[in-house]
């Protein structure tokens, strides 16, 4: 709830406070999730500021000609409050000539946004989720306008525009994607750099050196304690066909896209019918079989695994770095006082493949609604969110106000900046990200932070272990049938794995299942996406 911001007058607060209450109604959930539902809605109401901005009283008072701009967003949920008379909201309305209202939805949560559109309260801008139901009916429906007419005069929106020129729509773009995870990955298998030390291993390369290092991990006391307590990998459990425990193995077996695969005609195939998949299982299923990898990986979620690694009971995992770099090790080494942790390429197989990470498809979309009457100005609006000058403005704030620069050194000013919605330590301004970025996909990190160095080459490692998609979006049928044929998958990949089905036969009985329930729809979808290119 806290960071429900909400700048706009009391009438629109009603309304999305109404359409909240529909929500509930509508979803057919608990009957006594409406009245809850309302009480949440009146609790939002009353944290809306009643006055308006200082930003609106200005442009009444000085210019008097803004043009008001109401963006509808989910936002970052866990930015700080922008409260009345951000400078930086000022900033931006004085250098675009706009009076802009920014209103975000509580906990990001997109259906909040999805239904006041639904309801017909318009915004002028609105950020939703890219690619599904909801959004395609704002483009289906006439709710959003085409950009194409505004890409001309804003050089900024029209450079994203194109190097996302997959998603329009008839050479029409209907929004501003952010795919998530699309041009950056945060993942690598981290190891104990300790332990390697201790059997005198380097960081595994290939396939089969990160074999040897997970049966030293196991076998060879790498903690030196004189007991067999350790293993030598662990992971999430398997969820989707889309992320396994061991995705590494794959791509080092040369498959070669994220989600599908092609067969000798060009036709798209699912990705374990790839000649990649056999030899990768019988990779796994011996390291299985040799007892390196932590028997109860298929219970555990990310804390378990994690907590499994701070405790020295396993000397590998593949985890997400970046941001968690010194999270990781400060918790090793509440445990560890002398341990560290060592990461690279994901290991490379036989004929040089590598990989782990998988490009993400889904992500956020900004649109500019029908209702908008002054589309150039929000066209405007969403250009500057996307340049260099909207870029600095939103992570280092106002020169001379917010930061110094002493050469070409940035000296943050802390205590300004508490006043203006930047997070502490020299993070950004609460409009910087959720919308068009995340500090990932800007490998942005503070330049006042003492880590950074080593938090980019993470990324630049992950990042360069990242496998492209074969088709960029995901179609209706796959998001319709996706849960059933990845219940297939799940159950084959762990009976494989399990030994109570050979992996030949498996494999040929996951195809065989995985297209009679709805496997065979969905490649006719992505077929057809597939060959219209
Ligand atoms: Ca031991």
């Known amino acids: 709830m806290k960071n429900f911001v909400i700048r706009k007058k009391r009438m ?4 999305l406070a109404a359409a909240v209450a529909v929500t509930a109604m509508g979803c057919g959930t608990k009957a006594d999730e409406a009245p809850a539902s309302s009480g949440e809605s009146t609790g939002q109401e009353a944290q809306a500021p009643a006055a ?8 009444s008072g000085a210019s008097g000609e803004r043009v008001p701009i109401r963006w509808l967003t989910t936002g970052d949920a866990a930015a700080e409050v922008i409260k009345d008379g951000d400078r930086i909201i ?13 209103e975000i939805v509580p906990e990001g949560n997109t259906e909040k946004v999805n239904v006041a559109m639904a309801s017909g309260d318009f915004p002028d801008v609105v950020t939703g989720d890219y690619g599904t139901s909801a959004t395609q009916q704002w483009i289906d429906d006439g709710m959003v306008i085409a950009l194409n007419d505004y890409m001309d005069a804003n050089p900024d929106m029209k450079a994203w525009l194109e190097s996302y020129d997959w998603s329009a729509i008839n050479g029409s773009y209907f929004g501003i994607p952010f795919i998530t995870q699309y041009n950056a990955a945060n993942a690598l298998i981290i190891m104990r750099q300790d332990w390697l030390d201790n059997l005198g291993m380097a960081y595994p390369e290939t396939l089969d050196d990160m074999k040897a290092v997970l049966e ?12 067999n307590d350790t293993y030598g990998y662990s992971a999430e459990k398997i969820s989707s066909a889309n992320s396994t425990p061991f995705d590494w193995v794959f791509f080092g077996n040369g498959l070669k896209y994220a989600d599908y695969a092609l067969d000798a005609n060009d036709n798209v195939i699912p990705w ?6 056999i030899p990768s299982m019988e990779y796994i299923k011996g390291l299985w079989d040799s007892g390196v990898i932590d028997p109860e990986l298929m219970l555990n979620d990310t804390p378990k695994k994690e907590e499994k690694f701070y405790q020295g009971k396993i000397g590998a995992m593949p985890g997400a770095l970046f941001r968690h770099v010194t999270r990781h090790e400060n918790s090793l080494r509440e445990l560890n006082p002398d341990a560290s942790i060592a990461y690279g390429h994901a290991p490379k197989g036989p004929d040089g493949s590598y990989g782990m990470n998988k490009q993400g498809k889904g992500g956020k979309m900004t649109c500019i609604t029908a ?6 100005k929000a066209a405007e609006f969403i250009n500057f969110m996307v340049s260099e000058e909207g870029n600095n403005l939103l992570r280092l704030g106002i020169e001379g106000i917010h930061y110094t620069k002493s ?10 900046r508490a006043k203006d919605a930047f997070s502490p330590d020299g993070w950004a301004h609460a409009l910087a990200w959720g919308s068009f970025y995340w500090p990932l996909e800007s490998n942005y990190i503070p330049p006042t932070d003492p880590n950074r160095d080593r938090v980019q080459e993470t990324v630049e490692l992950a990042t360069d272990s990242q496998v492209k998609n074969l088709i960029n979006t995901r179609t ?6 996706a849960s059933v044929v990845d219940d297939v998958f799940v159950q084959y990949f762990n009976d494989m794995l399990q030994g109570k089905i050979g992996i030949e036969e498996g494999a040929q009985k996951l195809s065989e299942d995985w297209r009679s329930q709805g496997g065979e729809e969905i490649l006719e979808a992505v077929n057809a996406v597939y060959h219209a290119k």
């Open 12 to 15: 629109t607060g009603l309304l």
């Open 52 to 59: 308006e901005s200082g930003s609106q009283e200005n442009a």
């Open 90 to 102: 000022e900033e931006i309305n004085n250098r675009l000539g706009i009076d802009l209202t920014v």
């Open 216 to 227: 030293a991990f196991t076998f060879d006391d790498p903690d030196g304690n004189g007991q």
């Open 272 to 277: 374990f019918e790839d000649p990649s998949f």
């Open 371 to 376: 209702a908008c009457k002054n589309p150039a």
């Open 407 to 416: 050469g070409d050194e940035i000296v943050f000013n802390e205590e300004e």
């Open 476 to 481: 209706a049928t796959e998001i319709e049938k």
